[in-house]
């Protein structure tokens, strides 16, 4: 089986090796044998939910917060970050070393790296931000300049603040309520590092108004700024439909686009926001497809 960048994708029962309270979520970490030859940061792995018996019947997806390579491919580990938020997870959260769990991954398209090594921008919101610090040794591996930001409303929504100093250059934390780090927003030291250093890459992963912002702001100064979406992935293979984002395409024409298998890191540009705002996806007029659509162009 294969989605997203073409990669294989393991499917598994894995076993629980570890289960960790990190601020307001939980780290979990498991045994996906294979999995690290091929997962790239960005990219997502869909678990099942509520065991054999339950009437939970989709899958939940979470972003790859890291992998690490076995002395052989059945020692591979994955680490996902579970927060608590309806029965899904809050059944994740309960697991336990020893209990096993479905995996599919790695799942999408993950973030691309520079084609040369630059100034790059990261930016995490909530725990969003869990695939920023692998994203960070690959950049830094290439010679990039590694500069983090990592946001929430309280100190304890944070996340990956421990690790970000040993993976970039410069670390940046705000709050809402000032419980952490400054008192703003991310956009806050985003204008100031845009301004004073030559940024060519930003990345951000987090909620919707989030990314509009960072993007607006990066496209603005010239850089090129690749966001991960926090779309619901109920099938996480591109069946279900339930993840579709108005994208547009190369050749101009809007397409309402599978975030699990075109994404979920988009180009900020190609998203169109305003069809994307308040929690609700609206299918653009000119969208191909469209009710309203011109004639002549076909979809995909």
Do not use: K
């Amino acid at each position: 089986m294969s989605t997203g960048d073409h990669h294989p994708v393991v499917a598994v029962e894995a076993d629980v090796l570890g289960n960790e309270p990190v601020g307001a979520y939980r780290r979990l970490t498991l045994a996906v044998p294979g999995v690290a030859a091929t997962a790239r940061p960005g990219q997502f792995a869909a678990l099942t939910v509520g065991g054999e018996t339950s009437g939970l019947l989709l899958r939940r997806s979470f972003s790859i917060h890291r992998v690490a390579a076995g002395s052989d491919p059945a020692g591979d580990r994955l680490e996902i970050v579970v927060a608590d938020a309806g029965p899904g997870t809050h059944w994740l959260t309960q697991r336990t070393p020893g209990d096993r769990v479905g995996v599919l991954a790695p799942l999408g398209n993950g973030f691309s790296l520079p084609a040369a090594p630059g100034e790059c921008v990261l930016i995490g919101g909530g725990y969003g931000s869990a695939p920023l610090p692998w994203l960070a040794e690959h950049l830094r591996a290439m010679g990039s300049r590694v500069h983090m930001i990592l946001g929430a409303a309280t100190r304890d929504r944070l996340f990956g603040a421990a690790e970000a100093g040993a993976v970039a250059d410069s670390v940046h934390v705000v709050t809402v309520d000032g419980s952490a780090g400054a008192v703003g927003l991310v956009t806050d030291p985003l204008r100031q590092l845009l301004r004073d250093n030559n940024i060519g890459a930003v990345y951000a992963c987090g909620p919707m108004g989030m990314l509009r912002a960072v993007g607006e702001l990066a496209i603005e100064a010239g850089a090129v700024a690749q966001v991960a979406v926090e779309e619901a992935m109920a099938c996480g293979v591109g069946v279900c439909m339930t993840c579709v984002l108005p994208i547009r395409g190369h050749d101009g024409a809007t397409r309402m686009t599978r975030t699990c298998l075109d994404g979920p890191v988009f180009d900020a540009r190609a998203l169109r926001w305003e069809a994307a705002a308040d929690g609700r996806v609206a299918v653009p007029d000119d969208a191909v497809g469209a009710p309203s659509a011109p004639v002549g162009r076909s979809g995909r």
